[in-house]
Structure formats: structure tokens, C-alpha cells
Antibody
Framework: EVQLVESGGGLIQPGGSLRLSCAAS????????MSWVRQAPGKGLEWVSIIYSSGSAYYADSVKGRFTISRDNSKNTLYLQMNSLRAEDTAVYYC??????????????WGQGTLVTVSS | DIQMTQSPSSLSASVGDRVTITCRAS??????LNWYQQKPGKAPKLLIYGISNLQSGVPSRFSGSGSGTDFTLTISSLQPEDFATYYCQQSYIVRTFGQGTKVEVK
């Protein structure tokens, strides 16, 4: 059974750093594309970042240069390092497996989310 | 970036109603169009991928259609568990979501 469990969220002051983790089971993180998606309180979904099985990584303009996606193959875990945090980064952060096939690309499994609150 | 615009932003419907939600992209997204359902306090759930492919385990009352820039999610007969917010998403260039459509009880 595929499972994704996020952790690492919490209250952090503006300008601070936080690292989110997403522990996967039932599949191999390094063989898949993996994404982070966030949702500010009462708002819609915003794609944040993706890491390909090749290791290539891409980011939304809103986080580029501040966030870094990575993975630990030995732990089958995905990470999101968030630096220079701003109030507008306050959101529930979800990790999701991204399945890619011919002319298809979709988020088929999601974690339960972890809340990041940036406030002084 | 490709902008995704859903309409309506919210709608009121009754159990048994046929519900249609539209999603328009600012440029063609080819077949890279997906739909998700989200209930309060829960993670989104994939309903339809590649415009019209039903995800495993999703009831057949859900269907998707469209092409190019205009897409539709249809619920043929609304059930109590379908009251939720629905998002379209393109994954053709980068990845972006629509703003969501909340389906509420009439």
C-alpha cells in the first residue's frame, strides 16, 4: 500500500528556516517523480516543487532560490528545505507522488499534510 | 505560466443533480489536464487524469471531457459524499491549479 507521511512543520519566525520530510512506503521515491504542493489557510492549491527520478528539480517562481527539494534514497524520504521564510509561506504542505507516462502527468498519491506557520 | 480559470467558483446543488464544472487554460495544455477533489481538512484526491481517464476506485458518475484549452468535469448524479471543492490542474508547462469550485448543499 502506498503511503506518504509528512513531518517537520511548525511555527517559525520570518527569515527562519525549516526542513519538511515526507516518508514514503509502498514504492521507491528515487524511481518516481515527487512533488510538493501547498495550501494557504482558506485558499486553493499551489504547486511548489518537483524532483524527477533523474534528480532534476524545478520550482515555482514564488519559492525559487529559497526552497530546495531533495531526497534520501536510503531512507526512501523526500525533503523540502525552506529558507528565508515569509509570512506568505504559511500553508499546509503536501507531498505527492507524480506519475508520468506518455502525455500524462498527475499527482496520484498525497500525504496528509504538515502545517507551516511563519509568524513573529 | 499557464493560468487555469475554473467556473463557477461555487455552486449549490441537491443530491441527484447533474453538476458541471468548467476549466479554461490560458493556452493549450494538450492532454495534461487533471481533476482533484478535496474535502475540508483532508488531502486532495485524484479523480481524473489525462482529461478523461478515471482514477482507480473513483465512481463512474464522475467524468471528464474537453480538449486544448477548455475542459469539463461532470458529476452525473450528485451524491452526499460529493459535496467538496474541486480543482483542475495542468501539468503541460510547469504545473498550476485552478482556483477551485466549491460544491455546496442547496
Amino acid at each position: 500500500e502506498v503511503q506518504l507521511v509528512e513531518s517537520g512543520g511548525g511555527l517559525i519566525q520570518p527569515g527562519g528556516s525549516l526542513r519538511l520530510s515526507c516518508a514514503a512506503s509502498g514504492f521507491t521515491v528515487s524511481s518516481n517523480y515527487m512533488s510538493w504542493v501547498r495550501q494557504a489557510p482558506g485558499k486553493g492549491l499551489e504547486w511548489v516543487s518537483i524532483i524527477y527520478s533523474s534528480g532534476s528539480a524545478y520550482y515555482a517562481d514564488s519559492v525559487k532560490g529559497r526552497f530546495t527539494i531533495s531526497r534520501d534514497n536510503s531512507k526512501n524520504t523526500l525533503y523540502l528545505q525552506m529558507n528565508s521564510l515569509r509570512a506568505e509561506d504559511t500553508a499546509v504542505y503536501y507531498c505527492a507522488r507524480t506519475t508520468v507516462d506518455t502525455a500524462l502527468d498527475y499527482l496520484d498519491y498525497w500525504g496528509q499534510g504538515t502545517l507551516v506557520t511563519v509568524s513573529s | 505560466d499557464i493560468q487555469m480559470t475554473q467556473s463557477p467558483s461555487s455552486l449549490s446543488a441537491s443530491v441527484g443533480d447533474r453538476v458541471t464544472i468548467t476549466c479554461r487554460a490560458s493556452q493549450s495544455v494538450n492532454t495534461y489536464l487533471n481533476w482533484y477533489q478535496q474535502k475540508p481538512g483532508k488531502a486532495p484526491k485524484l479523480l481524473i487524469y489525462g482529461i478523461s481517464n478515471l482514477q482507480s476506485g473513483v465512481p463512474s458518475r464522475f467524468s471528464g471531457s474537453g480538449s486544448g484549452t477548455d475542459f469539463t468535469l461532470t458529476i452525473s448524479s450528485l451524491q452526499p459524499e460529493d459535496f467538496a471543492t474541486y480543482y483542475c490542474q495542468q501539468s503541460y508547462i510547469v504545473r498550476t491549479f485552478g482556483q477551485g469550485t466549491k460544491v455546496e448543499v442547496k
